[in-house]
C-alpha cells in the first residue's frame, strides 16, 4: 500500500466525492498530532511504527467543511511487514548487503542416492565441506578402502536418522552412494564461525591455487583471506597445516626432496647448458651432503656485473634446518645480481670449501680479479684463503661494530660504547694513512689503548679500512647486499632444499626478465641511479676553480681548500675517486675544465650497455612432464639433524652492534634508546 491507495480507500469506503476535501492525521508516542499529506508522510508513518512496535495506527479523516471540520478514524494494519527499515535508518544501522561466500555450494555436495564421486577421496572431502556447510557433525560407522557409512554425531543422543552410505565400484573406481537419509531429527543444525571438522585437508583444497602463485602467504593472510572468501574462521594452526600440505602436493614430501635433486640437476644442465650444478652424497650412508648451484645465464651475466661478490650464509626453516651459501654480485644500477647458491648442513670449513671451490671453477675462465666481501662467518676465513689467496677480501663494517661492541660487555655503559663506535666509524672509513692514524688515537684514548689494540690486532687494516685498501672497492664498507639476497628469499628459506632450489629459479628467472625488459626503455647512457648520482656530482663541481698544472694534471680549488687532480690516472688528493671508482666533484670540475667529455671517465659497469648484457642471458624454464621417466632413479637418504630445544626462530635476530643509532628526544644523544627509556641525567639551565 502507498500513499494513493490510502486516500483511494478512504474516498470509497466514506463515499467522498472528488470535490470533497480532507485531511489525515494520526498520533504517536513521540508526538500527538502528526499530518499525512504525501507519500513521504506515509513512510514515516511505517518508520514510526516499526520504531515503537505499533502493530497498527489509528488514522482520523478530518473533513473540511467551510470553517467546520467533522473527523472520523481507520486503522492501518500490519505495519511491521510493510515497512523495510533500511530505507529510513542511516548507513551506520542499516543492515549490509548479504554477502555471498564460496562455500555457498558447500551445501549441494551431497543431494541423493546413487550419486557418483570421482573416488573415495572426493567423496570424503566433499562430505567434510557438506557437513561445515550445513552445520552439523558426524561420525564414520565404517570407513575402509572399499565402504564408507557416515552418520549424524548425535544418533545415539537424539536417535538422529541422518545417514550416508556408499561404497567403490570396482569397475571404475567411482565411489557411489547407495543409501542418502538427509533428514536429521536431532535437536537441529547451527552453522557457526568454526567448525572442528574445518580442518587442513579442507583448508588446503580452498587455497592451493593461492600458495602455489605465492609461497610467501604467512598463515595470518591465510586465515584472513579464508573468513573473507569462505565465511569461517580457521587456527593458526590448521593455516600453517594447510600451506604445508600445499606445499607437499607441488613438491612431495621433506624426505623425498633430496632424491628429487638428482632429477633437478639432471634437468638443470639439459636445458642451461653451461650450468653448474654439483650435488655430493655420502656413498656409505646414501646421504645428502651438499649441493651447489650456478646457472649458465648468471654465470654469463656475471661477467658485466662489478667484480664484486658478497658471501654471506643464511640459515634454512624447513624440517632439515641446514645452511644456504650464497654468492651474490652487484648490477651498475646498485642492485644484486645472484651468481651461486650452497645447500649444506652447517657453516663448516669444509661445506665453504666446497663452496669456494666450485665458485673458483666459475671465475677463473673469466680473467677478472674479483674482490671478495665477508662477515668472517665460521670457517670462512680458512676456506677463502685456500682457495682465493691472492684476491682482496673486505670485512663487513658492520659485524666489525658489533665485535667491538662485545669487548666492551660489562666493562662500560651505553654511552661509552656508543662513543667507541662512533670513533670507529670514523678509522675504518678514513681516506688516507694521516686521517686514520688521528682518528686511531682518538678511538685509543676513548676505548683504552690495551682494549683497541687487542682488537686491531685481530684484523689486518687492509681488510676493513678504505686507507689501507689497495684496489677499487667501490665504496663498498658493509655485506648489505647479501642481507639484501637473504631477505629476498626469505619465504623460499622455509622449504625443503628442492622446492627451495627450484623456487629460488623460477624467482630469479623473473627477476631476470623483468630487469632485462625494465632497462630496454632506459635513454640515458649510465644506470638511473648512477646518472642521478652523476648529475648530483656535476652540481658540487660548479663552485670549484681549475687550474691546469700540466698535462692531466689540474688543481681544483674553492674558497677553502685546495685538491690535486690527475685524469690519467683517475685519482684525486681527497681520494673518493680511487676508492669509490666514480669520478668525485673535484675530478669532475678537471675533466670539464680539460674539456673532455665525462662519461670518457666512468667504470664501463655503471652503463646502461654493460647492464643490459647482465640480464641478456636467461636463465632458460625446467620442464617435469617427463620427470617420471627421467633416468635418475637415485634415492638420497636426508641428512642427519637434531632438533634444537625451544621454539624455532624464522627470522634472524639482528646484534646490538648491527642495530642503527637513533637520536633520544630527551638528552639529545645518539644511542639506542627512545625518549621513553632514558635514563641519562641532564644538566637543566636555571
Known sequence: MNYSDLIQSIRKRFKFSSNDSFHLEYSSPACSSVYLDNESDFKMLFCCA???????????VVKDVGKSCSSTSVVVDD???MI????????AFKDGPQKFFLSDEWGSYLSHAEQKFESIADFRDKLRKFAVQSGFHYVLSRNDSIYVNVVCANRDVDHCGWEVLGSVASINQCFYIMRFNNVHTCRGMIRNRSHRQLGSKIVRTC??????????????EIMSNFKSTYGYEISYKVASRAKKRCVEKMYGSECDSFSMLSWFREAVLETNPGSSVVLEVDESTERFKRVFVAYAGQIQGFKFSLPVLYVDGAFGKSKYKGQILAATGRNGNKGFFPLALCFCDSE???NWLFFFKNLKALLEPQGRIITFISDRGVGLLKAFDLIFPGNPHLYCYHHLRYNLSRKYKNKGGEIVVTDVLQKFFKVAYASTEKSFYFHLKNLRDEGGAATIDEFIREIQLEHWCRAFFKGCRYGIMANGIAESFNNWIVAERSLPPFAMLDQTRMKEMKMMSERSVESKSWTTKLTPKMEKRLKEQLDRSRVFRVIASHENVYEVRNDKYSYSVDISTRTCSCVKWQINCFPCAHALAAIQGARLDVYDFIDPYFTAEYYRMCYSFPIAPLSNVHASCSSTEDFILPPVTKRPAGRPKSKRIASAGEKKLIR????NKMGHHNKKSCTEPLNMLL
Request: aromatic share 4%.
Open 50 to 60: 516499526k520504531i515503537y512496535h505499533m502493530d497498527n495506527v489509528l488514522v482520523t
Open 79 to 81: 505495519c511491521a511487514e
Open 84 to 91: 523495510d527499515e533500511n530505507d529510513y535508518l542511516g548507513d
Open 207 to 220: 587455497i592451493e591455487s593461492t600458495v602455489c602463485l605465492n609461497l610467501g602467504l604467512k598463515p595470518r
Open 348 to 350: 663448516t670449513e669444509e
Open 664 to 667: 633520544c628526544g630527551r638528552c
